[in-house]
C-alpha cells in the first residue's frame, strides 16, 4: 500500500486479474494469452498522463485476487465487496475503480450493485486485448474509469469499456473479441467518456441495494442458495429439471425463447418443481427488449435483467 497525502481526497483501485493483466509471449497475439499475470500497480504504471489526469488527487492500491474472471466464484465477490465496503466507508475515499476480466463483469458488477450501500460510486473496467499487446486497451480503459469515478455525476456500480459508460443492470458482454464488446441493449449506454470528460446520458434514479445485502456478506457461500439457470431450446428435455430438482435445487431461472416462451416438455416440470417448494422465474434468451405479459404462467423476472443477473437477484431474495 503506498503511502499518500491525508489531505488529499482518494480514489481506490482494486485488482483482480483478467485479461487487463493478462500477457503473450506476442505482442501480436490476442486471444492465446494468460489472464490475470500483472499486477494493479503494474497496469497503472503503464497509465501515459495519469499524475496530469488525477490533478493531484492520491491513489490507494490493493490486489483482491488474481484470476481469470470465467473462474469467478461466489468466495470472491463476497471477498471484493467487503473489500469495497471497507474503502467506500473511509471519509477520505471517493470511490473504487475495479479492474475485472470481461467474461463475468456483468455478474460482478450486478452483484455488487445489490449488496453495496454507499452514495460513492464503484467503476469497474477491463480489456479485451492482453497488456502486452501492440496497442493495449486496458491503459485507456483504465484512465477513464478514473475520469467517471471522479465524476460527481457518477452513481452506483458502473462499467467503463471503449469509452463508453454502462449502468451495472444493463451492462453485458455482446462480443467475444471486439474492443467495444459491451452493450446495454436498447436501453443504451449511461455515459461516454470524451478526451477525458465524461457526457451523461442521464444518470436516472439511485440504484437500489437488496435488503438481504448484508446476509450475502456475512453468511458463509457453502450456504447461499443453490440457483440454476436453464435454457428453454430445441429438444430441452423435462428430466433437465427433474433431476435438479432431486439434486436439492432451491431455484431456476428459466431463460426462454422469445417473449418468455418455454417448451412444452419441461412446463409440467416446472409446474411440479413449483409444487415442491423451488421457485422459478422467467426472462428472455434475447439480449433486447422486455417480456410483454406474463407468458406461461410463471413469474416474471424484475425487469430488465439477463437470466445470469437475475439468478444473483433470487439467490439474494432466497437468503431472507
Known sequence: MQVVNEKKLKWVVLGTGGTIAGTATSTRDHTGYTAGQLGVQALLDAVPGLDVALQGDDLLIEQVTQLDSKDMTHATWQQL??????WLAQPTVGGIVITHGTDTLEETAWFLQQVLDSPKPVVMTCAMRPAT???PDGPQNLLDALAVVRDPMARGVLAVCAGRVHCARHVQKIHPYRLDAFSSGDVGPSAWVEQGSVR????????????????ALARPVADWPWVVVLYSHAGVEARQVQALVASGVQALVVAGTGNGTVHREVLDALDAAMAQGVAVWLCSRCSEGQIVGQPGGLTLAPRGLSAFKARISLMLDLMG
Open 81 to 86: 465487496a467487503l473489500r469495497c465496503q471497507y
Open 133 to 135: 499487446a501492440l496497442t
Open 200 to 215: 451523461w446520458r442521464d444518470p436516472g434514479a439511485w440504484p437500489m441495494v437488496h435488503s438481504n445485502a448484508q446476509q
